[in-house]
């Protein structure tokens, strides 16, 4: 198991969360994936803009 002393799954008691202490990086890529969507949908339709004059 990542990043625990747990050894069998019998001594789980209550809920385990493997990715502990990953949020952070989750975010930031979620958070940086939709600034480049943003950016490339905003150059895609000013690209077909200038096309249709």
């Known amino acids: 198991m990542v990043g625990t002393d ?3 799954w019998a001594a789980v008691e209550g809920p385990y969360y ?11 890529l979620s958070m940086v994936l939709c600034v480049a969507v943003l950016v490339l949908g905003a150059r895609h339709e000013k690209a077909a803009y200038r096309k249709t004059k």
């Open 6 to 8: 747990i050894a069998d």
């Open 18 to 28: 493997a990715g502990m202490g990953s949020e952070a990086f989750w975010l930031g």
